[in-house]
């Protein structure tokens, strides 16, 4: 995933705040006494379109039971644990940053998931994990960070058995470039290397996936960030396990306005390892 030195942004960007802790406080204020993954999931989605998205994309997977999944990318567990509570199957969770890694641990064990998710922390482009291993590699939001994201598509097809199945959640380039602070990335644009999607798919095809399907669904993730807005509106001093509320409010507005105006895109779809 890069150099040293985009390594250590990366994970300063997501490492200011301890997210475990700040669910676990919102839990406890609300008197939550045996969190289930739902309760959670209320707060641990921090992409675009939050659990509704990992729904949609995982209806497009016909998920089974007997699966074995890899996460790349996947931050504090979010998904990992919606997947696993709602389908039953064995996740990995493969982040780069120590301090997601270790809030997923402790809420994947505080929802009592800790059987079926590990969290594994690993170079997305380079896990370590067994060749052809994985009916389901799944990627939300990570190649945006990637200067030359071909590795991990790489490396997603490597990990999966042939004829298996990628999940792809991804910001792209639009019109022209989006608006920054972005969720992913500081107000001077940094850590951001958005492609097109032409880009994206002659990718795919060059690490090896067939039966690309990608599909625009920019128009919802602006409507869901309008959402947050209304809500930060009603509570403007709002945070998130991540972001600070001095930040939240400029970060949300700009990926509304990224995605409204087309500067920017989110894509959905699946691709098949060859």
Known sequence: ???????????????????AAWIM???????????????????????????????????????????????????????????????????TCVDLTPTLIDAGERLTTLVGLQRYVRHLEADATATGLADAAYDLVWVQHLALHLPEPLALWREAARLLKPGGLLAVHE?????????????????????????????????????????????????????GYARQLKALARQPQADNPVLPAEELGLVIANAERSLREGRARCLMGTARRA
Do not use: K
């Open 1 to 19: 995933m890069g150099n040293a030195a985009e390594h250590a942004a990366i994970t300063a960007h997501w490492s200011r705040r301890d997210p």
């Open 25 to 91: 406080a919102r839990l406890a204020a609300e008197q939550v006494q045996t969190p289930q993954w739902r309760d959670v999931a209320r707060f641990d989605q921090i992409h675009a379109g939050g659990l509704q998205a990992v729904r949609e994309l995982a209806e497009l997977c016909a998920i089974s039971r007997d699966w074995q999944v890899v996460d790349l990318g996947g931050g504090l567990g979010g998904a990992a644990r919606a997947l696993s509570g709602t389908y039953g199957c064995a996740l």
């Open 171 to 223: 910001w792209v380039l639009g019109s022209g470039e989006p608006y920054y602070p972005a969720p992913w990335a500081p107000a001077d644009g940094s850590l951001s290397h958005l492609g097109s999607q032409a880009e994206l798919e002659a990718r795919l095809t060059a690490a090896g996936f067939i039966d690309i399907r990608l599909q625009d669904v920019s128009a919802t993730a602006a409507e």
